[in-house]
Protein backbone atom coordinates (compact mmCIF):
# COMPACT_ATOMS: atom_id res chain seq x y z
CA UNK A 1 0.00 0.00 0.00
CA UNK A 2 3.05 2.41 0.55
CA UNK A 3 3.95 2.43 -3.21
CA UNK A 4 0.27 3.31 -3.98
CA UNK A 5 0.05 5.89 -1.61
CA UNK A 6 3.28 7.46 -3.02
CA UNK A 7 1.36 6.89 -6.34
CA UNK A 8 -1.34 8.90 -5.33
CA UNK A 9 0.57 12.11 -4.36
CA UNK A 10 2.34 11.96 -7.62
CA UNK A 11 -0.49 11.84 -9.68
CA UNK A 12 -1.83 15.19 -7.84
CA UNK A 13 1.67 16.87 -7.72
CA UNK A 14 1.52 16.92 -4.06
CA UNK A 15 4.86 17.12 -1.75
CA UNK A 16 4.27 14.70 1.69
CA UNK A 17 3.44 18.03 3.50
CA UNK A 18 0.24 18.97 1.34
CA UNK A 19 -0.88 15.80 0.91
CA UNK A 20 -0.63 15.24 4.63
CA UNK A 21 -2.24 17.99 5.76
CA UNK A 22 -5.22 16.89 3.13
CA UNK A 23 -5.77 14.05 4.80
CA UNK A 24 -4.22 15.65 8.33
CA UNK A 25 -1.43 13.51 8.78
CA UNK A 26 2.29 15.47 9.27
CA UNK A 27 4.86 15.29 6.48
CA UNK A 28 6.83 12.84 8.80
CA UNK A 29 4.04 10.51 9.01
CA UNK A 30 3.70 10.76 5.16
CA UNK A 31 7.43 9.70 4.61
CA UNK A 32 7.18 7.03 7.34
CA UNK A 33 4.27 5.87 5.45
CA UNK A 34 5.77 5.81 2.08
CA UNK A 35 8.90 4.13 3.07
CA UNK A 36 6.38 1.24 4.18
CA UNK A 37 7.30 1.68 7.99
CA UNK A 38 4.45 2.36 9.64
CA UNK A 39 0.41 1.79 8.14
CA UNK A 40 -2.12 4.04 7.88
CA UNK A 41 -5.08 3.54 10.20
CA UNK A 42 -8.55 3.07 9.08
CA UNK A 43 -9.45 6.94 9.66
CA UNK A 44 -6.62 7.87 7.28
CA UNK A 45 -7.54 5.26 4.46
CA UNK A 46 -10.91 6.70 4.22
CA UNK A 47 -10.08 10.43 3.97
CA UNK A 48 -7.71 9.45 1.65
CA UNK A 49 -10.52 7.74 -0.68
CA UNK A 50 -12.98 10.51 -0.15
CA UNK A 51 -10.54 13.48 -0.33
CA UNK A 52 -8.67 11.74 -4.04
CA UNK A 53 -12.02 9.55 -5.28
CA UNK A 54 -9.98 6.70 -4.99
CA UNK A 55 -11.51 3.32 -5.01
CA UNK A 56 -10.65 1.99 -1.51
CA UNK A 57 -9.96 -2.20 -2.76
CA UNK A 58 -7.47 -0.59 -4.87
CA UNK A 59 -5.81 1.44 -2.20
CA UNK A 60 -5.46 -1.97 0.07
CA UNK A 61 -4.92 -4.80 -2.29
CA UNK A 62 -3.84 -3.06 -5.72
CA UNK A 63 -6.58 -4.66 -7.33
CA UNK A 64 -9.33 -2.94 -9.58
CA UNK A 65 -8.92 0.61 -11.03
CA UNK A 66 -7.46 3.60 -8.57
CA UNK A 67 -9.97 5.36 -9.16
CA UNK A 68 -13.61 5.48 -8.21
CA UNK A 69 -15.94 5.21 -10.99
CA UNK A 70 -16.67 9.23 -11.36
CA UNK A 71 -19.18 10.99 -13.44
CA UNK A 72 -18.30 13.80 -15.72
CA UNK A 73 -19.12 16.20 -12.98
CA UNK A 74 -17.01 14.54 -10.24
CA UNK A 75 -14.24 14.31 -12.47
CA UNK A 76 -14.19 17.93 -12.96
CA UNK A 77 -14.92 18.52 -9.55
CA UNK A 78 -12.02 16.38 -8.46
CA UNK A 79 -9.49 18.49 -11.13
CA UNK A 80 -10.20 21.81 -10.01
CA UNK A 81 -9.73 20.76 -6.46
CA UNK A 82 -6.31 20.06 -7.47
CA UNK A 83 -5.72 23.14 -9.33
CA UNK A 84 -7.04 25.04 -6.20
CA UNK A 85 -3.55 24.26 -3.61
CA UNK A 86 -1.15 24.77 -7.01
CA UNK A 87 0.78 27.62 -7.33
CA UNK A 88 -0.21 30.17 -9.79
CA UNK A 89 2.77 29.38 -12.46
CA UNK A 90 0.94 25.46 -12.85
CA UNK A 91 0.35 24.52 -16.37
CA UNK A 92 -2.99 22.93 -15.84
CA UNK A 93 -4.26 26.30 -14.03
CA UNK A 94 -3.57 28.51 -16.47
CA UNK A 95 -4.65 26.29 -19.36
CA UNK A 96 -8.38 26.54 -17.59
CA UNK A 97 -7.86 30.17 -17.54
CA UNK A 98 -7.51 29.93 -21.00
CA UNK A 99 -10.14 28.00 -21.92
CA UNK A 100 -12.51 30.21 -19.78
CA UNK A 101 -11.49 33.32 -22.29
CA UNK A 102 -11.96 30.93 -25.49
CA UNK A 103 -15.07 32.49 -27.83
CA UNK A 104 -17.43 30.29 -28.76
CA UNK A 105 -16.25 29.94 -32.14
CA UNK A 106 -13.28 28.39 -31.18
CA UNK A 107 -14.60 25.81 -29.44
CA UNK A 108 -15.09 23.82 -32.79
CA UNK A 109 -11.39 23.99 -33.57
CA UNK A 110 -10.60 22.80 -29.79
CA UNK A 111 -12.09 20.14 -30.30
CA UNK A 112 -10.72 19.23 -33.32
CA UNK A 113 -7.27 19.71 -32.09
CA UNK A 114 -8.07 17.47 -29.23
CA UNK A 115 -9.46 14.41 -30.45
CA UNK A 116 -6.43 14.17 -33.12
CA UNK A 117 -4.31 14.73 -29.97
CA UNK A 118 -6.26 12.21 -28.21
CA UNK A 119 -6.07 9.74 -31.02
CA UNK A 120 -2.36 9.61 -31.07
CA UNK A 121 -1.77 11.77 -34.84
CA UNK A 122 0.09 14.49 -35.85
CA UNK A 123 -1.39 17.62 -35.81
CA UNK A 124 -1.66 19.73 -38.98
CA UNK A 125 -2.66 23.25 -38.13
CA UNK A 126 -4.84 24.72 -40.95
CA UNK A 127 -3.22 27.95 -42.65
CA UNK A 128 -4.57 31.09 -40.71
CA UNK A 129 -7.39 33.09 -42.58
CA UNK A 130 -6.13 35.94 -44.68
CA UNK A 131 -7.45 39.55 -43.56
CA UNK A 132 -8.71 41.26 -45.50
CA UNK A 133 -7.15 44.63 -46.14
Known amino acids: MNERIKEIREYYSLSQKEFGERIELKQ ?8 GKRNLSERSINLICKEF ?5 WLLTGE ?7 TPSEEIESFLSTLAIAGDENFK ?16 ALERVLDTLLAGKDIIFPPEPKSEQ
Open 28 to 35: NSVAVVER
Open 53 to 57: SINKT
Open 64 to 70: GDMFKGL
Open 93 to 108: KRLILYLAQIKDSDWE
